[in-house]
């Protein structure tokens, strides 16, 4: 073999194992982004937790120093508003994700917003979200 061949053979198998270097720096950078988004989520969440239990403290301090509230007391306003943000923060992707399913029923099975046709004679109909026979059920599931 010559060596312009053996070259030639040598930056083949450099341009494969780039070529896999590539696709790996590709799919670090991905899960790099994914991340990151997963970051800002935690920081947020840890911000309110970190607000809210810094609340607690500020009040529980206050009402010991200044307002002559036993040590006992301001442990139990303290422990309460660290329950009060942990719940504040665990329901939220809870209410969120209600609403969105709430929302979506609204407007795709049973839209306020679309027509009557033909319309009704002096507006003798019910609106079209309440002609949803999902609100033969809803009403007593409530009590």
Not at 105 to 120: E, G
């Amino acid at each position: 073999m010559e060596p312009e061949d053996e070259l030639i053979v040598q930056l083949d198998a450099l341009e494969a194992a780039l070529a896999g270097a590539q696709d790996m720096t590709g799919a670090f950078t991905a899960e790099l982004a994914r991340m990151k988004e997963q970051m800002v989520f935690t920081q947020r969440e840890v911000n309110s937790l970190s607000a809210g239990i810094g609340g607690g403290l500020r009040r529980a301090f206050d009402g010991v120093v200044f307002d002559g509230l036993r040590l006992s007391d301001a442990l139990k306003t303290v422990a309460r508003s660290i329950v009060d943000t942990l719940y504040s923060v665990s329901v939220r992707p809870v209410q969120g994700a209600l609403g969105s399913l709430f929302l979506a029923f609204a407007v795709f099975t049973s839209s306020p917003f679309t027509r009557l046709d033909p319309a009704p004679f002096q507006g003798a109909s019910l609106n079209p979200l309440l002609q949803d026979p999902a609100l033969a059920v809803h009403p007593p599931l409530l009590y």
